[in-house]
């Protein structure tokens, strides 16, 4: 069974630029999520999708960040524009039922 | 804002030695409590989950809950080098999405 798929792997743009990664999910996984993890700290959720349905996105800087996931399978989340503090590595996580949660391996950012 | 609290450590051990990982939570509603692992440069990888109290083990790794207390625990018996990592706790009231702690830092010393 392939794992999540994320890409791109590392990333580095300057402030005020945009950017967008893509998230491909283990297959038959209905619900996939977004995780922030900043240097020294555990991920932070930022969005949980349930099929292309968002089930909870309290904790996503709306003014700069968005998320899709067109026909419940893959994902992309963008920022727009970037600032400095998003410099994190963003993981995607998928799960087909509960308890179970499969992580990527994560798209390194460095915003300059 | 619902908190899950970790030493950060590093908690060094010799081979061999139990290490003694703990996590507290804020949250009252909390159903359920995970470990996870995550090696410098890696994703996070699923150790245990618990849901009821007591304990729960898995090979070398137990995992404890007290929800009295709101104190979760993991325990490796015999560590070994490759145990050297970060650990994570994460609480869920859900099962699904997870709030996780900042994690320890472990190194098991030959």
């Known amino acids: 069974e392939a794992g999540v798929a994320q890409s791109p792997r590392y990333k580095i743009i300057e402030k005020r630029q945009s950017v967008a990664f893509w998230c491909n999910p283990i297959?038959?996984?209905?619900?996939l999520y977004w995780y922030q993890q900043i240097l020294g700290q555990g991920p932070k959720l930022l969005i949980q999708?349930?099929?292309?349905?968002?089930?909870?996105d309290s904790q996503l800087p709306k003014d700069r960040f968005s998320a899709e996931r067109l026909k419940g399978v893959d994902s992309t989340l963008k920022i727009q524009p970037a600032k400095l503090e998003d410099s994190a590595v963003y993981l995607c996580?998928?799960?087909?039922?509960?308890?179970?949660?499969?992580f990527g391996p994560g798209t390194r950012l460095t915003v300059t | 804002q619902k908190e899950v609290e970790q030493n950060s450590g590093p908690l060094s051990v010799p081979e061999g030695a139990i290490a003694s990982l703990n996590c507290t939570y804020s949250?009252?509603?909390?159903?359920?409590f995970f470990w996870y692992r995550q090696y410098s440069g890696k994703s996070p990888e699923l150790i245990m989950f618990?849901?009821?109290?007591g304990d729960k083990e898995d090979g070398r790794f137990t995992a404890q809950l007290n929800k009295a207390s709101q104190y979760v625990s993991l325990l490796i018996r015999d560590s070994q080098p490759s145990d050297s990592a970060t650990y994570l706790c994460?609480?869920?009231?859900?099962?699904?999405?997870?709030?996780f702690g900042k994690g320890t830092s472990l190194l098991v010393t030959p």
């Open positions: 618990i849901y009821s109290n």
């Open positions: 999708f349930q099929n292309n349905g968002v089930v909870d």
């Open positions: 994460a609480v869920s009231n859900s099962g699904y999405a997870l709030n």
């Open positions: 297959s038959g996984h209905a619900t």
């Open positions: 949250d009252r509603g909390s159903q359920s």
């Open positions: 996580a998928s799960s087909s039922r509960v308890y179970e949660q499969y």
